[in-house]
């Protein structure tokens, strides 16, 4: 018997709060259990609730907590294939596998995210124009089905549901296994360069020279920075170094309390990013880091998501194609410092090719995420940088999504026609439902 | 420099873990197999092959799994036949962590169920260590570490079937440990309080709830002193030893 217990769930944003019945399995058995005891409701996974709006949450139904299946079932250093089960974080593969030098080929910019959560966003990394996107490391799953069966599903015999569940947010089943490919020759350090960038045209330029030749990039921009400083920012590079020490561990910090609302406001966070962007030097800087410190920076100040107090912020996440790209970060960033909604993580990346899934976000182009406190306006500043987003072609991320609309979804995923179509056939009544999904209109929401 | 010779180097360790299916099972296993080999026993199969592979791709060790069921008293010895196996020449060392706790409402209602409390958490438990010890005196050495429960220290109108189970089995490792100190073993009594597992999940909220990481990395901590009691987390001796001062007329009286 499947014990549900009564708790209130919310996206990292914080934005969106639900109650729902939650079971925790430990044991394989358990899952098994849980889904046979959901014979009537609705059912999704929920990892680490790294997602930031209403994926991983769905209002007076149940959860699935996969926290305790974090085993790893088994690995091959001659491949590199690992095979885990969904509540395997990256903080554990890094720490089991990176002083082993191999290292997950897409890492999302936090390790506290789980393997499943990773495989139902198709994850991207720093390194995407590189190594590509989680999916693209993807062997198999193991997937528990509505129907309470379970089917190991690869590319070849069932490319459907393989490209359906990878990028689709929980919502053909519970992944329970998976099997993907660790990458060789990883080490724990990177020498990380920084420089200065005045601007947006001198990012657009310097990513188009690097993300060919750089393992690692990512560009940090001023978004409340305006006129000729528009998109000004850091840019980061790294290469793997070797190095015969290992990293110490980091010490993380706790935010105790939730800030108060007015801690963030557009002068504090104005002070706070034009310091931030002096801090490298006029002629940049190298450095060597650890690799856990590069790529989750904020990994170290555990509930950072408090500090934008207790009614919570959105995170904004598109990729626009590489062709637009200019002229759509521009309308971007202006419709942002606009609003003057002050945002203070804003985070410029390239992504190199499309993903597996039909929901998987990657395209080849620039991809821009940024924070927003929800103050007054923040809605409406988010319906404008999603028409922004469709005049150019672009998508928005849906591990990232809070307010995305239903017209504005079915514009951006050309291949949701499939998506569904496996949905009616794996899940014809249903049961796997989300609050995104509900609001996005998948599975028949009304 | 270290000039022992090789009949000198330390020999290899077993921790055969019983009831492996738990998560401070696991996660004792997780924190043990960093210096020992580790033998999963339990029922479901499936799950201790889960967590064998995980041992194994983490420590690299020796990682086995064998089939246990603490009510199958007959079944022990070969139980034990296959954890000396395992362990070859080298160091036997048991970790115990199975029992059921229904609820006493539960029990209230179906006082059938007081036998199989008792066979789960007591008879079980001491039958098993009892065809083990002689294991450990043939090798003059060993740990063993069992998880009882603070709940064993008094009965309380709300847990006392149970509660009267753990004291029972602290008898006998009392006693167990008496006869295993003369072989030069050690037993530990671990007494965790509240422990945030799939056995309390859910139940109500108990507000200090233990990570079973915390208790099983405290538990492998004083095994390896050959501490004789733990309580874990520490906060649980000052309560218990202030539980256990309350007289009796008073203490029947309260609803805990
Ligand atoms: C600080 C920070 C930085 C981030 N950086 C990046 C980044 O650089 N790149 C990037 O791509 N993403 C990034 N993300 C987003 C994050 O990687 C994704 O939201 C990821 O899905 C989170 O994993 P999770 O385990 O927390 O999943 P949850 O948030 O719990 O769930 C997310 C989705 O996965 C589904 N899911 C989870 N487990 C399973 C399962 N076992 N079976 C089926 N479905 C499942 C849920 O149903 C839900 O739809 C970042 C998030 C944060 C907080």
Redesign the interface.
């Known amino acids: 018997m499947t014990r549900w217990k009564k708790m209130t769930l919310t996206g990292w944003g914080r934005s969106h709060v639900a109650s729902v019945e939650a079971a925790r399995p430990e044991r394989p058995r358990d899952l098994d259990e849980a889904m046979a005891d959901t014979a009537s409701g609705t059912l999704i996974a929920h990892g680490a609730g790294r997602a930031y709006g209403d994926s991983a949450l769905n209002t007076n139904g149940r959860v699935v907590l996969t926290e305790r299946l974090d085993r790893v079932l088994g690995f091959d250093a001659a491949t590199g294939l690992v095979i885990c089960e969904p509540g395997v974080t990256f903080a554990n593969l890094m720490e089991i596998f990176l002083p082993r030098g191999f290292m997950p080929a897409a890492s999302p910019g936090t390790s506290f995210a789980t393997v499943g959560g990773a495989l139902a966003a198709d994850v991207h990394g720093k390194n995407h124009d590189r190594h590509g996107g989680f999916g693209d490391h993807v062997e198999w799953f193991d997937l528990l089905l509505a129907d309470g069966t379970t089917r190991r599903v690869d590319a070849q015999n069932d490319a459907e549901l393989f490209a359906a569940t990878i990028g689709g947010m929980g919502l053909t089943g519970i992944v329970r296994a998976v099997a993907f490919r660790l990458l060789p020759n990883a080490s724990p350090w990177v020498r990380v360069k920084e420089r200065r960038i005045r601007d947006l045209d001198e990012y657009i330029e310097a990513f188009a020279t690097i993300r060919d030749r750089s393992t690692f990039s990512v560009g940090w921009i001023d978004a409340v920075a305006t006129g000729a400083a528009l998109g000004r920012g850091i840019l980061e590079t790294a290469e793997f170094e070797a190095h015969d020490t290992l990293p110490k561990p980091r010490n993380p910090h706790r935010v105790p309390f939730d800030f108060p609302g007015f801690a963030l406001n557009h002068f504090t966070v104005k002070a706070f990013n034009a310091q931030h962007y002096r801090r490298v030097p006029q002629t940049g800087r190298e450095r060597r880091k650890s690799f856990a410190e590069f790529l989750y920076p904020l990994d170290a100040l555990h509930g950072w998501n408090r500090i934008y107090g207790k009614r919570g912020f959105y995170q904004f996440q598109c990729v626009l194609p590489d062709a637009g790209a200019r002229a759509g970060l521009r309308r971007l960033l202006e419709a942002i410092s606009e609003a003057g909604n002050p945002s203070f993580l804003a985070v410029l990346k390239t992504l190199g090719r499309s993903g597996r899934g039909h929901l998987s976000f990657p395209m080849r182009g620039f991809t821009l995420a940024l924070d927003f406190p929800r103050i007054n306006g923040a809605d409406g500043l988010l319906r404008r940088l999603e028409a922004i987003t469709l005049d150019h072609q672009g998508r928005i991320y849906l591990a990232k999504d809070s307010l995305l609309t239903r017209e504005g979804f079915r514009a951006m995923y050309p291949l949701l026609p499939r998506f569904e179509r496996v949905l009616a056939k794996v899940d014809p009544a249903s049961r796997l439902m989300s609050d995104q999904a509900r609001r996005l209109g998948l599975k028949g929401a009304p | 420099m270290s000039d022992t010779s090789p009949s000198e180097k330390p020999l290899n360790e077993t921790w055969l873990i019983l009831g492996a ?3 401070i099972a ?1 996660a004792f296993a997780r924190a043990a197999s960093a210096e020992a080999d580790i033998l999963l026993a339990g029922r ?1 199969r ?2 201790m092959e ?2 064998a ?2 041992l194994r ?2 420590s690299g060790r020796r990682a086995g799994v064998v089939a246990f069921d603490a009510t199958d008293y007959a079944s022990h010895a070969a139980t034990v036949a296959q954890a000396k196996a395992f362990a070859g020449d080298g160091l036997l060392n048991i970790f115990l962590a199975f029992g059921t706790m229904p609820s006493q409402g539960e029990i209230d209602a179906d006082p059938a169920l007081i036998a199989k409390v008792i066979e789960a958490n007591y008879t079980g438990a001491a039958h098993i260590l009892h065809v083990a010890a002689p294991v450990l005196e043939a090798r003059r050495a060993g740990r063993v570490v069992v998880l009882t429960s603070v709940a064993g220290d008094r009965g309380r109108l709300k847990n006392y079937v149970y509660g009267s189970a753990k004291a029972g089995l602290n008898a006998y490792l009392q006693g167990l440990r008496a006869r295993l100190f003369r072989a030069g073993c050690t037993v530990t009594t671990v007494k965790p309080g509240p422990v945030d ?2 056995m309390s ?3 109500n909220d108990m507000p200090m709830m233990a990570a079973p990481e915390t208790v099983a990395a405290a538990s492998l901590k004083a095994a390896k002193k050959g501490a004789e009691t733990l309580y874990t987390p520490g906060i649980w001796l000052i309560i218990m030893t202030i539980i256990r001062l309350i007289p009796e007329r008073i203490f029947k009286k309260l609803n805990i």
């Open positions: 299916s738990s998560a696991r479901d499936t799950d889960a967590t592979a995980d791709a983490r597992t799939a999940y859910g139940l």
